[in-house]
């Protein structure tokens, strides 16, 4: 998260995971956090390069695709 710069204000942000693997629900997390801030503040996000051993626990833990993410994020 230090890597994020969350005061600047940006139209599109990608967040480049090919260097990284997704282990746990921590990480899962940090992203989730990354990817809700950034569009709390109005930036369009894509994220890219995720190795397909991450996918699925990404797809099964995230909150940032789903209904009420922002809600989540607030409760952090």
């Given amino acids: ?18 260097r990284a693997h997704i282990w746990d629900i921590s990480s899962v997390q940090a992203l989730d956090m990354a990817i809700l801030k950034f569009r709390r503040d109005g930036a ?12 699925p626990l990404v797809d099964k833990l995230a909150v940032h695709d789903k209904a009420g993410a922002m809600d989540k994020l607030i409760s952090h």
Avoid: C, P, Q, Y
Avoid at 44 to 55: F, Y
């Fill in 44 to 55: 369009e996000v894509e994220v890219i390069g995720m190795n397909k051993a991450s996918e």
């Fill in 1 to 18: 998260m230090e890597a994020f710069d969350f005061r600047e204000t940006l139209d599109k942000v990608i967040i480049d995971v090919s």
